[in-house]
């Protein structure tokens, strides 16, 4: 293909083009996806967000397919995600047919990788165009590049563009639609099919690369010292862990001051619509389904939104400032030491937020044991669908007040819940590590992670993002749980109790009988029927646990005593200490919940391992909710 492509009015396409977006983690690709598709993927400053491939349709074209690709440094690859990629150009995709062409996502930071990868994708002989992408960034390190050589040099077109702005790839999309235009106008696509036919001589890519650099660029970059002292600190192996542990205990502080204001507004919210729908709707099963059961059920999980938005605010910020990827320098040699490395922090980070796309995201790591034992562990880390469950046992039972006059104690225990599922993972990790020599294997792929530069976060994309993850957990709230609660009030409702019982009717439910039933087997570590029942539905979703209780204990109250009263001073007046921190440890490692169970049976394609990782967190979930609880009952005792 020329290096220039002639500016002509777009032809009728007369069948689908498919164009495949290839270029390194971190370099901007997903960010281009979204713009010339218009959709919304997940970005980050980081590596490894796109671990399958996307396909959307490009803005003003319905038959041309834009197909992103996890990042990939070369055609060989070492990971599940850049196999994606590499079957995906080599036809060996099932349904999935050979890219009319691709277009490149350079680094403009790192042009000698990004070259040496270009030279590797055009001896497939598929037609190229190159975005050379975070164009600003280079320039502000004093980079200056000919891109008019580089086409040159390589006969293909280059064109420099600022993914994040849409306004920085205009020059793109218009050099896309020649590009559509040349590949419509072909008599017959070029189809590659010889894998053999790859260059392998990655030493001889690397010279011709550095040639053309040294006539292409003109001024070589070099970072801000402020970059350089910052990074001093953060990489340091002890300063740099303190800062780590700093930032994430300041972070659950925050979620707990910040967000109390707004949850009692919300909770105000809630139990005022209760008790205006008691007043409107007639007394009766109507208004029983939509008091106690949509309202207290649904309501209960809502008013956790704001320690959920908080929490997710700042991980957006610590992605795209850049701070991500050196703590996983900074843990590897610390993860290396449980048998894992740091090609595992980013899945472990994804787990804080949802465990469904962290196990997927351990695509990225090459080495089959320490992936494995990465899913097995990714459980213990506390997703933000257990947040809630913490909130509530931890406001109802651990005191709002000062430590040291600086310290919230709400936010230092859920601190501690934190660490104790990271220590605990770490834990489980060391004995894979003992008993299956993990360590020897997983040190043949060292860590090879470009390092970002730090920049200040775009105020924009994060309230994209956090808007994305909040509306997502509100329409869960709006779907799933508000199904499930449903169901749930059906069961906790029916079949009515006898007339001129005193005790309260749900003893006489089918979820009554159900929670009594089951109570012997977790009666040792001190859950109530009340309790049992609501782990039945927080299978499907761990929030759901939250509004079952809420519910159960609504229903099951005697007269209208539960419509005044939020689960808080149930919880606190019925539990106890022992029963309330028992429910605590079982849910830092209860068994996850079944889109999980579904995903890691997909990813391990072993029903086997699956029944194995269940089986073993809810040993490990029952066995420590036992010691807490009878550790706990013997100290309050004395």
């Known amino acids: 293909m020329p290096h220039s492509i002639p500016s002509k009015q777009i032809k009728t396409i007369t069948s689908p083009i498919n164009l495949a977006l290839i270029g390194a983690p971190n370099c901007g690709k997903t960010a281009t996806f979204n713009v010339l598709t218009g959709s919304k993927a997940k970005v980050a400053n980081y590596s490894g967000v796109t671990v399958a491939k996307r396909t959307a349709t490009m803005l003003g074209h319905s038959a041309v397919n834009i197909i992103d690709l996890p990042g990939t440094y070369s055609l060989k690859t070492t990971s599940l995600d850049e196999e994606v990629t590499r079957k995906v150009l080599f036809g060996q995709m099932a349904d999935e047919p050979v890219p009319d062409g691709i277009i490149f996502i350079a680094d403009a930071t790192n042009l000698r990788m990004s070259l040496r990868m270009l030279l590797e994708l055009k001896s497939l002989g598929l037609p190229i165009i190159v975005a050379l992408n975070l164009s600003d960034v280079a320039e502000s390190r004093g980079l200056v590049v000919n891109e008019a050589i580089l086409s040159e040099e390589l006969g293909v077109p280059f064109v420099k563009t600022i993914a994040i702005k849409r306004q920085g790839c205009e020059q793109l999309l218009t050099l896309a639609n020649e590009f559509i235009e040349y590949i419509n106008n072909k008599a017959q696509p070029i189809r590659f099919f010889n894998v053999n036919n790859i260059d392998s001589d990655t030493q001889a890519m690397y010279q011709k690369a550095d040639d053309i650099l040294s006539r292409a660029v003109i001024r070589s970059q070099s970072l801000p010292k402020w970059h350089e002292r910052i990074d001093y600190f953060a990489l340091h192996p002890i300063i740099g862990l303190i800062i780590l542990l700093t930032i994430l205990f300041v972070i659950f502080q925050a979620v707990y001051a910040w967000a109390e204001p707004l949850m009692e507004g919300i909770e105000w919210l809630v139990a005022n619509l209760g008790s205006l729908l008691v007043e409107w709707l007639p007394e009766g099963i109507l208004q029983s389904l939509i008091v106690n059961g949509i309202v207290a059920g649904v309501g209960s999980v809502v008013v956790f939104v704001p320690q959920i938005a908080l929490l997710f605010l700042f991980l957006l910020i610590l992605e795209d400032s850049g701070y991500l990827p050196r703590a996983a320098f900074l843990l590897d040699n610390l993860l290396a030491k449980v048998g894992l490395s740091g090609r595992s922090f980013i899945p472990l980070l994804s787990g804080f937020a949802c465990t469904v796309p962290a196990v997927m995201s351990t695509r990225t790591i090459p080495n089959h044991k320490e992936r494995f034992v990465a899913i097995a562990v990714l459980p213990m880390l506390t997703c933000s669908a257990r947040l809630p469950i913490y909130a509530l046992i931890i406001a109802a039972v651990i005191p709002n007040q000062t430590v040291l006059g600086i310290f919230n104690l709400q936010g230092m225990t859920l601190f501690v819940l934190y660490i104790a599922g990271i220590c605990s993972a770490a834990f489980v990790s060391w004995l894979f590590k003992r008993f299956h020599s993990t360590e020897s294997k997983a040190a043949a792929f060292p860590l090879l992670m470009e390092l970002p530069t730090y920049r200040m976060p775009n105020i924009k994309h994060i309230a994209s993002e956090l808007w994305d993850k909040v509306s997502a957990f509100l329409m869960r709230a709006g779907t799933v749980i508000f199904a499930l609660t449903v169901i749930l ?84 007046a019925q539990w106890g200490l022992a029963t309330a921190f028992s429910f605590l440890a079982f849910y830092v490692y209860a068994p996850m919940c079944l889109a999980t169970l579904a995903v890691i049976r997909r990813e391990t394609n072993s029903l086997q391992q699956t029944t194995a990782i269940a089986s073993y967190l809810f040993i490990l979930a029952y066995l420590m909710a036992w010691i807490v609880y009878r550790l706990t009952g013997q100290i309050s005792g004395l």
Not at 521 to 544: K, Y
Request: aromatic share 10%.
């Open 489 to 572: 009030w059906v069961l906790v409702t029916f079949p009515a109790a006898p007339i001129g019982t005193t005790d309260p009717a749900i003893d006489y439910s089918f979820a009554g009988m159900l929670g009594h039933f089951i109570e012997p087997i977790f009666a040792p570590i001190g859950f109530t029927w009340q309790m049992c029942i609501a782990l039945i539905p927080g299978l499907a979703a761990r929030e759901v646990v939250i509004a079952a209780l809420g519910t159960v204990y609504a229903v099951g109250s005697v007269g209208d005593e539960a419509i005044n009263q939020t689960l808080i001073p149930i919880i606190h």
